[in-house]
């Protein structure tokens, strides 16, 4: 019998104990699939008592994730704790230094550092493997590592995040609040431990920053992204979305473009008969265009303690088998410098919600200022204030001056008319809070 895989486990959470019952539920397959056993022997958790539902017993534990990393024992760190600095990173660099492969789900630590830690691995001979980092149980990151080599890759783009997913769904379907599905996505184990990276656009960030290094053979970049969230959409804006004939979404979208590439992270307006617009509830997606292939999509489950380990442990099985690649494709040195392309070039029509005070004039000081950027409207619509609005509830009905609400759409014009002409209609003094606009794509 070969020698065994040893594994060392940091952090045992929702995906650690996945992992966990993973290992335990496939020891024969994975037996033969590999040709030797795997094996956790040590783990390493903030809580050692904590009630988890995995057997741990006979496990060796290890209350400093940094000893865990050195262990002699080990051939792989698999780190499932979190964060971009920290434990986690001097956890990850402490195995790499002491030539252990690394396996990690940590898509921030690696969409801040993934350069500089891919270089530490090549240089040590080893594995810094990260399936599990993207889109959950979607094998991602091995189709455009491996799967995708012969392509030119154009655009990436998909829903990353299954918390938001999950979050405009239900409000979609149930007419719920905002923060009362949230809190149930928090239940169910799908958002990080702090939500605002999820809600705030940056757990897609993260996983966007790794796609586009993945497919356009550059060096991670996470300050060049264009992150919004979807903290400031509203039941109003679904219904009057639904009605126009659309469904928001989380988009990440990373694109190359003649001036450099370009990636931003923003709720989007998608056409209810397209695929992506249909991926529901805590799913991902992400679609990938390539010069033979033609455009590729994936779907599946993008959260969640099965979905992930199951990404974790397809990374683990490579190195059982002795497979052994550039984290991104390409020797780190050879990675490209990043050239960031300019946000405001953006073209594609757009979803604008004004809450406007309902006086003689403001609708037509409000085209005038359309007009005046060569925006073009495809419609102009007033609609129910947004405290009339179901799922509103909790949001009080402003008091003074009566208000309507305005939801307009453009024709396709560029990001920088459209931000002109909403810092006027602001500064006209016409509306009572900052202007709404949703990105509308034709994907
Ligand atoms: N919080 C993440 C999500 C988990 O909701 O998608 C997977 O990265």
């Known amino acids: 019998m070969a020698n065994p895989l040893k594994l060392g486990l940091a952090g045992i959470g929702t995906v650690g104990t996945g992992l966990v019952r993973l290992i335990a539920a496939r020891t024969d397959v994975l037996r033969e699939k590999t040709g030797r056993p795997i094996e956790i022997v040590a783990v390493s958790a903030r809580n050692k008592r904590k009630k988890r539902d995995a057997d741990l017993s006979g496990i060796r534990f290890v209350s400093d994730p940094v000893a865990l ?59 810094l493997n990260f399936e599990g980092a993207v889109a959950g149980g979607i094998p991602v990151v091995k189709t455009i590592r491996e799967g995708l080599q012969g392509n030119d890759i154009t655009r990436v783009f998909g829903i990353l995040n299954g918390t938001c997913n999950y979050i405009l769904t239900k409000m979609e379907r149930e007419g719920r609040d905002f923060a009362d599905v ?49 903290e400031t959409i509203t039941p109003a804006d679904i219904e009057a979305a639904s009605d126009l004939g659309f469904r928001i979404k989380l988009l990440g979208v990373a694109l190359r473009t003649d001036s450099g590439i370009e990636q931003r992270v923003h709720p989007t307006m998608l056409q209810k008969d397209t695929a992506i617009a249909n991926v529901d509830g805590v799913s991902n997606c992400v679609a990938i265009d390539g010069d033979f292939i033609g455009d590729v999509m994936l779907i599946g489950p993008g959260a969640g303690g099965g979905p992930t380990a199951s990404a974790v442990m397809s990374d683990i099985v490579d190195i059982a088998r002795g497979t052994v690649l550039r984290p991104f494709g390409l020797k780190a040195s050879n990675l490209k410098a990043y050239k960031k392309a300019a946000m405001r070039t953006h073209e594609g029509g757009y979803y604008i919600r004004l809450s406007v005070y309902d006086r003689t004039g403001a609708f037509a000081a409000i085209a005038q200022r359309m007009a005046a950027q060569g925006i073009s409207l495809e419609s102009i619509v007033q609609r129910r204030p947004e405290s009339e609005v179901p799922g509103q509830g909790r ?31 602001e500064r006209d003094g016409h509306v009572d809070a900052k202007p709404q606009m949703i990105r509308i794509e034709k994907l």
């Open 69 to 127: 990393a050195r262990d002699p024992e080990i051939d792989v760190f698999v780190e499932l704790i979190g964060g971009e600095e920290g434990i986690a990173k001097e956890a990850v660099e402490a195995a790499l230094l002491a030539g252990k492969h690394v396996v990690t789900a940590n898509k921030a630590l690696l969409a801040h550092h993934g350069t500089a830690l891919a270089a530490m691995a090549e240089k040590n001979g080893v594995a």
């Open 182 to 230: 949230l809190k149930e996505a928090q239940e169910q184990g799908y958002a990080e431990a702090d939500p605002t990276f999820d809600i705030g656009g940056f757990d897609t960030a993260h996983k966007l920053a790794l796609l586009t290094s993945l497919a356009f053979g550059t060096r991670t970049n996470f300050d060049a992204i264009y992150v919004e969230g979807i």
């Open 395 to 425: 949001s009080p009905r402003k008091k003074g001056e009566p208000q309507a609400s305005v939801v307009m759409v453009t024709h396709e014009t560029t990001e920088a008319a459209v931000r002109k002409a909403l810092a006027a209609i």
